[in-house]
């Protein structure tokens, strides 16, 4: 079975690839850029712009299904440029939907975050259901556009739509702006850790082969088209993470700034429906998670992350990576 994968050769899209290459499917990677994390020449990579519907239906064309991870997603860039964002996010949702309605994609997997849920009231921890507030946020409000536009071509068409809330990814192949990323160089540097405001803030990390796990479940054709968060078990505070880090690593000295605007607050988000509808749990802890990626660095120097600096090449000035949910 084909599946393609928009922003294949990105951070999360790239660990999709490999998911999907261990349970014997056979994705074609869409992508501005070829993957620096398969070279493989039977590994089908077709180059082109998210916002060019031709381009978007060759890609799709023979495939069952589509994983669409492409996406601005890093916070810095988002606010420096909404429009662009606005552009990708939300526009490029709505012509990849468009593509996979022409060219008769039964099923579309739908990268979004759970930087939705920034303002919501609800229970605790806050599930699926949840009504949520409007966005405060130019990066939410994209994603939610695109998960609005999942739903109407859902409704109005039959098209199947997952949508997935993405927990804060982290792992080999990270770009190097994320925080475990950031950190971990930064003690291999031997220098100090940053953390905005107390480091109180809490969030649920989710090691980014387990994520890809998840994508590849709500792929599968018995899975409910719906949404659901794939988040880690462990809320841990920016201050934990870099304790993490400095046992990890090195212990270097921590340095507070001031808080970072419109930064993401706390709060608990239930992934019982992914575990219970998709038989998805993650497997690895953070400690772990933190772990593997300090070997991972070790051993390649994290030199294939180098080739994820963001680039407005292209004719929408769109990303070179696109990257979802990494903030």
Aim: aromatic share 6%; hydrophobic share 40%; net charge neutral.
């Amino acid at each position: 079975m084909r599946i393609a994968v928009t922003g294949g050769a990105g951070f999360i899209g790239s660990h999709v690839v490999d998911g999907l290459l261990r349970r014997g499917y056979e994705p074609r990677i869409f992508d501005l850029a070829r993957s620096p994390h398969h070279r493989d020449p039977a590994i089908e990579t077709m180059r082109g712009d998210l916002l060019d519907l031709e381009a978007v239906r060759g890609a799709l064309r023979g495939c069952r299904a589509v994983a669409h991870l492409a996406a601005v997603s890093d916070v810095n860039d988002v606010v420096e440029d909404p429009a662009r964002a606005t552009l990708v996010n939300a526009r490029g949702t709505e012509i990849l939907l468009e593509a996979a309605r022409l060219e008769g994609v039964r099923r579309v997997v739908y990268a979004s975050t759970v930087w939705v849920y920034g303002g919501a009231n609800g229970g605790d921890p806050l599930d699926e259901d949840t009504p949520l507030a409007p966005p405060d946020h130019h990066y939410t409000a994209t994603k939610l556009a695109g998960e609005m536009h999942c739903q109407a071509h859902q409704e109005r068409f039959g098209l199947e739509t997952a949508i997935l809330r993405f927990g804060i990814p982290f792992g080999p192949r990270a770009r190097p702006a994320t925080v475990v990323a950031a950190f971990v160089a930064r003690a291999m540097a031997g220098k100090p850790l940053t953390i905005t405001g107390s480091g109180a803030q809490s969030r649920q990390f989710v090691y980014v082969a387990d994520l890809a796990d998840g994508v590849v479940a709500a792929l599968a054709p018995q899975a409910r088209p719906r949404t659901y968060n794939l988040v880690g078990r462990e809320s841990l505070s920016i201050r934990a993470v870099a304790e993490t880090v400095r046992e990890l690593v090195a212990d270097v000295p921590i340095v507070h700034v001031h808080d970072r605007p419109a930064d993401l607050r706390s709060v608990r988000i239930s992934g019982e429906r992914a575990e219970q509808e998709l038989g998805w749990k993650p497997q690895t802890s953070f400690r772990e998670g933190v772990a593997r990626y300090v070997d991972w660095v070790s051993r390649t120097q994290g030199t294939s992350s180098a080739s994820t600096a963001s680039s407005t090449r292209g004719r929408a000035a769109t990303v070179l990576r696109q990257e979802p949910g990494e903030l």
